[in-house]
C-alpha cells in the first residue's frame, strides 16, 4: 500500500503542464506580436518574454525529478539487496542443522581434549618451567586443583612432601610482596626435633631456570634446617612423575573421563604414593576407589592442639582401609588436617592469589 501511494503521490499531473505551457506559448507569441506588429519595445516585452520562457520550461522539472528519483530509489535498493544478502550469507554461516549439532559439539570437546593432552603429556617427557606450569594451567582451567596447588610426598626419612603451585598472587602492600603469576615449589618437613614451628622452606622457579637449579635451592635450604638425609632423600624422578600423575589424574575426574586408572570423587589437594588422595571430598583410597574418610569426619581445628605429627595424632585414630599401610594412613591423616573440614562459612577477608589459568609467557633476557 505505502509503495502504491508514493506511486500516486509522485504521478504528474498533466493538465497543469499543459496550462503551464499554453500560458507560456501564449506570452511568447504576445510578446513577439507586439514587437513585430506595433513594434513595442522596453521592458514589458523583456519580462514577457522571460516569464513565458520560464513558463515554458517549468513542465520540464516533473519530468527532471521524477528521473533523479527513480535512479536514487534504484540505487538504494542495490545497496539495501547487497547488505541483506551479507547478512543473509553471515546468518547461514552461523547456522547449524539441528541433526549435525551434537556431532560438532562432541568435535569441539575432542579437540580440546586432545589439545589439553598434549599440553599435559609434554610433562612426562621432559622437565622444566614451561612444561610443569602449562600442565598445571590445564588443570587449573578445568578446576581440578581448587588451591591452585598439588602436594606430593617425597620422602619418609625425614618426612618431606613436596607442594607445587602455579597461581596468580595479589601485591601486598604492607609487606611489599610484588604481583604476578608464580610457579612455587614448597617443602612441607615435620616440625623441628629440637623444638620450634615448622620451618618454611621454598623457592619461586623463574622462567628462565632449569629444573636442576630449583632443586638445587630446595636442598640447599633442606641442609640448612637439617632436613637432609643424603643424596637419596627425594627421588625427583619420581617426584615429577607423581607430579604428573597427579594432573592427569585430576584432569580426568573434572572431565569425567571413564577411562582413567583412578576415578577420584572431587578435585586434588595431594597424591601421595600408588594409594592415596586427598581430594575436596576427603581421603581416598586406589585398591578400592572409594572415599575412606570423608572430610567432615575431621575433627575441627579447636580440637587439635595435640596433634603434633603423623606419629601423634592425641588419639584421633580412624580404622584405616583392609590392607592398607598403616604408616601411609596415618600421614594422609595427618596432611588431611591441613584441609578438612571444609569451613563453609563467610570469606573472612580478601583472598591474595588464585589459581593462574594463564599458560606461561616465554622469557624474557632481563628475568
Not at 51 to 64: D, R
Not at 145 to 162: F, K, N, R, V, Y
Request: charge should be negative; hydrophobic fraction near 40%.
Amino acid at each position: 500500500m505505502a509503495g502504491g501511494d508514493d506511486d500516486d503521490t509522485r504521478r504528474i499531473n498533466w493538465y497543469w503542464i499543459a496550462a503551464w505551457t499554453g500560458i507560456g506559448v501564449a506570452l511568447l507569441c504576445l510578446a513577439g506580436a507586439l514587437e513585430g506588429l506595433w513594434e513595442w519595445t522596453g521592458v514589458s516585452i523583456g519580462i514577457m518574454v522571460h516569464v513565458g520562457a520560464t513558463l515554458l520550461l517549468a513542465p520540464l522539472l516533473p519530468f527532471l525529478e521524477k528521473s533523479l528519483t527513480r535512479r536514487v530509489v534504484q540505487e538504494n535498493k542495490r545497496m539495501v539487496q547487497q547488505e541483506t544478502a551479507g547478512l543473509r550469507e553471515q546468518v547461514d554461516s552461523l547456522a547449524t542443522r539441528i541433526d549435525q549439532l551434537q556431532a560438532l559439539v562432541d568435535e569441539q570437546d575432542a579437540s580440546n581434549v586432545r589439545d589439553q593432552d598434549r599440553i599435559i603429556d609434554a610433562l612426562s617427557e621432559e622437565v622444566s618451567f614451561k612444561n610443569v606450569a602449562s600442565a598445571m594451567t590445564v588443570a587449573n582451567m578445568v578446576g581440578a586443583l581448587p588451591e591452585g596447588e598439588i602436594t606430593l610426598h617425597a620422602s619418609t626419612d625425614p618426612m618431606i612432601d613436596l607442594a607445587f603451585s602455579w597461581q596468580h598472587h595479589v601485591g601486598d602492600g604492607r609487606f611489599s610482596e610484588p604481583s604476578g603469576t608464580f610457579l612455587g615449589v614448597k617443602a612441607h618437613v615435620a616440625a623441628d626435633p629440637h623444638g620450634g614451628g615448622t620451618p618454611v622452606i621454598q623457592t619461586i622457579w623463574k622462567p628462565t631456570e632449569n629444573a636442576a637449579t630449583v632443586i638445587g635451592r630446595i636442598t640447599d635450604q633442606l641442609r640448612e634446617r637439617d632436613r637432609w638425609n643424603g643424596h637419596k632423600t627425594v627421588d625427583w624422578e619420581q617426584v615429577f612423575r607423581d607430579l604428573h600423575r597427579a594432573i592427569v589424574l585430576s584432569v580426568a575426574y573434572k572431565r569425567r573421563d571413564a577411562t582413567a586408572p583412578w576415578q577420584l570423587h572431587g578435585g586434588l589437594y595431594e597424591l601421595h604414593g600408588e594409594n592415596w588422595a586427598i581430594t575436596e571430598a576427603g581421603i581416598e583410597y586406589c585398591p578400592t576407589s572409594q572415599i575412606v574418610l570423608d572430610e567432615g569426619d575431621f575433627p575441627e581445628p579447636t580440637a587439635r592442639s595435640g596433634m603434633t605429627s603423623p606419629s601423634d595424632l592425641d588419639g584421633w585414630a580412624p580404622l584405616p582401609p583392609a590392607g592398607a599401610d598403616v604408616a601411609e594412613w596415618q600421614h594422609a591423616l595427618w596432611r588431611g588436617l591441613w584441609h578438612f573440614p571444609v569451613r563453609r562459612g563467610p570469606v573472612r577477608g580478601q583472598p591474595v592469589w588464585f589459581a593462574s589459568k594463564t599458560l606461561p609467557k616465554p622469557p624474557t633476557v632481563n628475568q
